[in-house]
Structure formats: C-alpha cells, structure tokens
C-alpha cells in the first residue's frame, strides 16, 4: 500500500531495512526490554526471522511495525506498530488491530505515547479504524501509563502464549464502531 507513515512532531516512522537489524539487535537482545514483552531477550539468531516476519505482516495486511527514530537526531527509539495475530488470549477477545511499542532508549521522554498517538491517527485516517487493542504484562507500569496516556482501558484480564496479560481497548470517541 502507497500510505504515508505516521507522523509527529518530535518522531520519524519507516519500516524496517536490513541496516537496522544490529540496532534492532540491540534492544531484543536485552533483558530490561524484553523482561515484559517475550519474556526473555532474543538470540542473535532469531533478530533477522523477526525482521523477515515484520516485512511479511506488512505484505500480507498493509501494515505492521515502524522503526522510530528522533527527527532532529536520527536516533533510535524503538519501534511501534498494529499487529494482526490470534494470540490465543483465554477468555476470548474479539481481534482488533493490536498496537504495540518499545522505547526503552527514550523511556521518560514521552515518545512511547507520542508514537502510540500517532500510529493510532494513522490507523484511522489509513483504514477507519475506530477500535484497538493492546496487550500488557502485569507490572509492566512504564506500558500502562503509556497506554492510558494514548486512550487505552484496561477491559479485562487473561492468559496467552506468553501468560498472563492485561488487555486493553481503546475507542474512537464520538464515533461508533461501525463509522456511522
């Protein structure tokens, strides 16, 4: 699909390239990053298949995860983005686009819920969407305070491939599901 990326005042989104992969490296690599998300760090190994798996969701569902830089400096924060995945999450959740980020480089700074506010802007101007979903580990606070920032409520509690996980829903306002 030929849409823009998100955009923001103090942020730049793009997809993923192979020049990333040592940087990207980096943060799944490391413990603190990972602790709540997957639950261990990645092996050296599994960075180039999760790259590979990036540029396939955005393939198969024209969107997926950006990496995201500072504007002025060019530096990496993180990374941010809508999954489309059946997690397995036990009770059920009817599937929303899922919003997802990591910014542990620039964590205090505002730019997890600058690019979670963004990337959500995006999703509605890029396809109407007027529902998400993110999912949190518990004791994740750095990741709950970003999504209630960004609109989010915790809706219920559940199990998935990674255990236990908040789940969070997040409603366009004045608006219904339907656009109408």
């Given amino acids: 699909m030929g849409i823009s990326p998100p955009d923001s005042a103090r942020l730049r989104f793009r997809r ?18 990972t ?33 995201v830089e500072e504007r002025v400096t060019g530096r990496f924060v993180g990374e941010v983005g809508f999954l489309d995945i059946d997690r397995g999450i036990e009770p059920p959740i009817e599937r929303a686009p ?43 606070a750095a990741s709950i305070r970003v999504a209630g920032k960004a609109g989010f409520r915790e809706t219920a509690r559940g199990i998935c491939d990674k255990g236990a996980t908040l789940i969070f829903e997040r409603m366009t306002r004045d608006r219904t599901l339907s656009g109408d």
Wanted: aromatic share 12%; hydrophobic share 55%; charged share 15%.
């Fill in 98 to 140: 899922e919003l997802g980020w990591v910014s542990p480089a620039a964590q205090g700074m505002g730019h997890a819920t600058e690019a979670a506010l963004a990337a959500l802007a995006w999703g509605e101007a890029a396809f109407g969407w007027r529902r998400a979903i993110c999912l949190i580990a518990p004791g994740n």
């Fill in 35 to 67: 602790r709540f998300i997957t639950r261990a760090p990645l092996t050296r190994g599994m960075i180039a298949p999760r790259m590979n798996w990036h540029a396939g969701h955005w393939s198969r569902f024209g969107f997926g995860y950006w990496v």
């Fill in 16 to 33: 993923h390239a192979p020049e990333d992969e040592a940087v990207v490296a980096r943060l799944w690599m490391d413990a603190a990053v």
